[in-house]
């Protein structure tokens, strides 16, 4: 017990020397704690660039918008606005013959310097513009990164696409899943998860989210549970009265095509938001595999080419609203309704040879699959507001419901057989069902900010699968292999937890713990199989930076995650994946634990360090001299080290070094990535470490006719470890925009890869087997165009995050 608790408090320990240098720092920086908050700024004209003088500017409270402090811009522009009491204020900037500007909100204790405030001159009286903030591409937190969607290039394309092109997340050039430093990720849209495969979320478009928030330290409040990051995709709403809205419209050579509607209308105490998002598109990729089995003398080498066709579209609708019971009380509700389906046709050729040499046999494998999808959410959250300001009580309450059905086809033909096809047809039809309800309570004292909550979780889910193989002697279908079950999965989830956050003057701490119960029940009715576990444990959280100025901040994050294992991981029952290959689930399969450390300055540097202990490891054996068998066991641990240096080079009069005036943006990331693992089974040994490189670059231009344009580059360099190599790639794009109807409408052209580069390749070495397998995407450069148009301001909505995600992990499945 005493081990125990040592190691779950470690990360706390190794970080009590940094917290003391840096509260040490902050001693010596004390005198600056009294200092008056201040901010300072340039306004110039938006097409000239000439500073504007005698412009008129308010420093107004975002409470009850009072006028706190104003001040107007000399002969140059610059402006400086002394003795602001307020954290956080609404700015607003007007002169003569200039359309009215609002800056809805600026955080007064993160801010000094404002840049460069752009107004445009007009001859007619137009309405003031109302913005939220002047961003970057990517802003910085004390735990986490946040992307800003419409400054990333490519932003009109996909949000695959614009999530590769920002450089804080990586994508598999193969199959579209999203890491981030190498390890998995939990995708949530709005706080609650996205039930979609990686190939289809390509399909999603850009337009439609305001942000994308990587967080790379997540709270005590969040879920434990998924992977070692989150990624969450914060769809667009606006803030302001009146209806404004947003409609975007994407094709490409490649025949990827997605659109999206956004809608909001807001008026007094009522808020009515609605989005409509489609995609629909096709594509076909070719694959080439050597296998040799060492220890199979009738299977011992085994060539395979094989072609896959995919098609499929997705759709997603929300629709919801707010409204203000009064000063002190909110209520919410929405729901969402996400489908996708897709057809897989997959065909391979396969030519098998002995342990001398010399042919055996050969078969074609055809399989036709269909894949579908559906989940309704329905979610309902009450905020009550205290007399103190800050003080909240908060209860929220989500349902899902998700149907998750599949029919696969396959048809084999041996070159040793009399020519009639194998034929095994299966089914699958999953359905999970999820009630999660939290109470929380937000208390701000004077030594801080507490929140406590209690977050309980149902879910229960059912897998029915049914396999069928066609006998030519009795003219039928049956079961032959004993192949079909009924699966029934169930669990419930009771965490509690606490944080604490505070700034002492330029500290910033975020720290907390989460205690976590999860009960399972596995039964599986076909063979009569019953199990039964618990898991309790614990999750500390802490985080702490320390801000030297507006452009320099350490930070040190650490934080524990766990990954549990899922229905498909312990189904006891074997399941078909094509000839000679089944897979089987483990019931006595345990949670895997990971944690974390990262050391940062602010964007510049990242130091950090995951280790994971328990991994799933799925392991090979052969029965029968040529049958294989996958399945998961916990046999292994990983550490990985990596570090990520960027220069992020934004043209604003604040950046210690300046550009031409041409170039609007530089960002240029390297990454490396060092990762070990250790584990023995049986005869395998799966011991290996390799180490990972990637160099990121975009570069804004400003050409003429006020045309943006940018080129990205993206390379990573040949991997190699003592158990596999995979090969280099790169990739090269170009994008240009241009905004018609005062900035309403924007249109964009986009050419990915322009070198035709996206191919894959890998070898895998092992103890009794060898293979090497390469991967082309057809058509991989494409020429795409897109639209979008706002109706008035459109702005962002932010949702409460409430699931765990567990639902959304078996997309891995896919």
């Known amino acids: 017990m005493q081990k125990y608790i040592r190691n779950l408090f470690f990360p706390i320990r190794q970080s009590l020397f940094i917290l003391s240098l840096f509260f040490i720092c902050n001693v010596i920086n004390a005198q600056d704690l009294q200092r008056n908050s201040k901010?300072?700024?340039?306004?110039?004209?938006?097409?000239?660039?000439?500073?504007?003088?005698?412009?008129?500017?308010?420093?107004?409270?975002?409470?009850?918008?009072?006028?706190?402090?104003?001040?107007?811009?000399?002969?140059?522009?610059?402006?400086?606005?002394?003795?602001?009491?307020?954290?956080?204020v609404r700015i607003k900037f007007?002169?003569?013959?200039?359309?009215?500007?609002?800056?809805?909100?600026?955080?007064?204790?993160?801010?000094?310097?404002?840049?460069?405030?752009?107004?445009?001159?007009?001859?007619?009286?137009l309405p003031e513009v109302v913005i939220k903030s002047i961003t970057p591409m990517i802003e910085f937190r004390i735990d986490k990164q946040v992307i800003n969607i419409n400054q990333v290039p490519g932003s009109i394309g996909s949000i695959t696409e614009a999530l590769t092109n920002s450089g804080a997340v990586q994508i598999d050039p193969a199959t579209n899943k999203i890491t981030v430093r190498g390890q998995d990720v939990k995708i949530q849209m709005d706080g609650h998860p996205f039930d979609m495969p990686d190939n289809m979320l390509a399909q999603m478009p850009a337009s439609m989210f305001d942000q994308v928030e990587v967080i790379l330290s997540p709270s005590?409040?969040?879920?434990?549970?998924?992977?070692?990051?989150?990624?969450?995709?914060?769809?667009?709403k606006s803030i302001l009265d009146s209806y404004n809205g947003s409609i975007s419209l994407n094709t490409s050579t490649n025949n990827r095509n997605y659109g999206g509607i956004n809608f909001?209308?807001?008026?007094?105490?009522?808020?009515?938001?609605?989005?409509?998002?489609?995609?629909f598109g096709n594509y076909k990729s070719f694959s080439n595999n050597e296998q040799i089995n060492y220890n199979s003398s009738s299977l011992y080498h085994q060539i395979t080419d094989g072609e896959d066709n995919f098609e499929g579209y997705n759709a997603y609708f929300k629709l919801g609203c707010d409204y203000n019971l009064d000063e002190n009380n909110l209520l919410t509700f929405y729901g969402t309704y996400n489908k996708f389906k897709y057809d897989a046709d997959e065909v391979s050729d396969n030519y098998v040879t002995n342990n001398l040499g010399l042919p055996l046999y050969s078969f074609n494998n055809k399989s036709n699959s269909t894949y579908k999808f559906d989940n309704l959410?329905?979610?309902?959250?009450?905020?009550?507001?205290?007399?103190?300001?800050?003080?909240?009580?908060?209860?929220d309450v989500l349902y899902?419901?998700?149907?998750?059905?599949?029919?696969?086809?396959?048809?084999?033909?041996?070159?040793?057989?009399?020519?009639?096809?194998?034929?095994?047809?299966?089914?699958?039809?999953?359905?999970?069902?999820?009630?999660?309800?939290?109470?929380?309570?937000?208390?701000?004292?004077?030594?801080?900010?507490?929140?406590?909550?209690?977050?309980?979780?149902?879910?229960?889910r059912e897998n029915d699968y049914n396999a069928l193989d066609y006998s030519y002697i009795t003219n039928s279908w049956k079961d032959s292999l004993n192949l079909s079950n009924l699966f029934k999965y169930k669990e419930d989830i009771h965490a509690f937890y606490i944080t604490y956050s505070n700034t002492f003057g330029k500290?910033?701490?975020?720290?907390?713990?989460?205690?976590?119960?999860?009960?399972?029940?596995?039964?599986?009715?076909?063979?009569?199989?019953?199990?039964?576990?618990?898991?309790?444990?614990?999750?500390?959280?802490?985080?702490?930076?320390?801000?030297?100025?507006?452009?320099?901040?350490?930070?040190?994050?650490?934080?524990?995650?766990?990954?549990?294992p899922?229905?498909?991981?312990?189904?006891?029952?074997?399941?078909?994946?094509?000839?000679?290959?089944?897979?089987?689930?483990?019931?006595?399969?345990?949670?895997?634990?990971?944690?974390?450390y990262t050391l940062s300055l602010s964007q510049f540097i990242n130091v950090y360090y995951v280790y994971s202990t328990g991994l799933f490891n799925y392991v090979t054996s052969v029965i029968e001299d040529s049958i294989t068998v996958f399945s998961p066991i916990n046999i292994s641990s990983n550490k990985t080290y990596g570090i990520e240096l960027t220069l992020p080079y934004y043209n604003t009069p604040t950046m210690p070094v300046h550009l031409p005036d041409f170039i609007s943006m530089l960002y240029v990331q390297f990454g490396y990535t060092y990762r070990k693992q250790t584990g023995q089974y049986l005869n395998e040994d799966l011991n290996y470490s390799e180490y990972r490189k990637r160099l990121i670059a975009n570069l804004g231009l400003n050409l003429w006719f006020d045309v943006n344009a940018n080129l990205s580059f993206r390379y990573f360099p040949k991997i190699e470890s003592t158990r596999s190599i995979i090969g280099e790639s790169h990739i090269l794009s170009l994008y240009f925009s241009k905004a018609f109807m005062d900035q309403k409408l924007q249109v964009n052209l986009s050419i990915s890869d322009l070198l035709n580069s996206q191919n894959f390749s890998s070898q895998t070495y092992g103890t009794e087997f060898y293979s090497n397998y390469s991967f082309t995407r057809y058509r991989s450069r494409s020429i795409s165009i897109g639209i979008s148009y706002r109706i008035n301001d459109y702005k962002e909505r932010r949702d409460r995050n409430i699931d765990d995600g567990r639902d959304a992990s078996d997309k891995e499945k896919f």
């Not at 918008?65 to 107007?72: A, D």
């Not at 105490?269 to 489609?278: A, D, E, G, Q, V």
């Not at 959410?377 to 209860?395: I, P, Q, V």
């Not at 959280?541 to 507006?550: L, M, P, R, T």
């Open 94 to 125: 007007t002169r003569v013959g200039y359309q009215t500007k609002i800056i809805d909100s600026v955080s007064v204790a993160t801010t000094s310097s404002m840049g460069l405030i752009r107004l445009r001159s007009t001859v007619i009286m």
């Open 264 to 279: 909001n209308y807001k008026k007094d105490k009522l808020n009515i938001f609605t989005s409509l998002s489609s995609g």
């Open 400 to 460: 899902t419901n998700i149907k998750s059905p599949s029919i696969s086809e396959r048809n084999v033909i041996y070159s040793n057989s009399d020519g009639s096809p194998q034929k095994h047809n299966s089914e699958t039809d999953e359905t999970a069902n999820t009630f999660i309800s939290k109470i929380e309570y937000v208390y701000p004292s004077e030594i801080g900010k507490f929140e406590t909550g209690y977050n309980f979780t149902y879910r229960k």
């Open 39 to 88: 901010l300072t700024g340039i306004v110039v004209d938006s097409l000239s660039g000439k500073g504007l003088a005698d412009v008129n500017i308010l420093f107004m409270s975002r409470i009850d918008n009072r006028i706190i402090v104003g001040t107007s811009s000399d002969a140059d522009g610059n402006f400086t606005a002394e003795n602001i009491d307020e954290n956080n």
């Open 377 to 395: 959410s329905l979610y309902t959250f009450y905020k009550k507001k205290f007399d103190k300001e800050g003080n909240d009580l908060t209860f």
């Open 566 to 596: 899922q229905l498909y991981f312990v189904n006891p029952f074997k399941q078909y994946n094509g000839p000679n290959n089944y897979s089987l689930g483990n019931p006595e399969l345990q949670p895997y634990f990971l944690s974390a």
């Open 507 to 564: 500290v910033d701490i975020k720290t907390g713990v989460r205690a976590e119960n999860l009960h399972t029940e596995g039964e599986q009715i076909t063979s009569n199989e019953n199990f039964s576990k618990y898991f309790f444990n614990l999750f500390p959280n802490f985080n702490i930076a320390y801000k030297f100025n507006d452009m320099f901040q350490i930070t040190f994050n650490t934080f524990k995650r766990v990954r549990y």
């Open 220 to 236: 005590a409040k969040e879920s434990a549970e998924g992977g070692a990051y989150i990624l969450n995709l914060i769809s667009k």
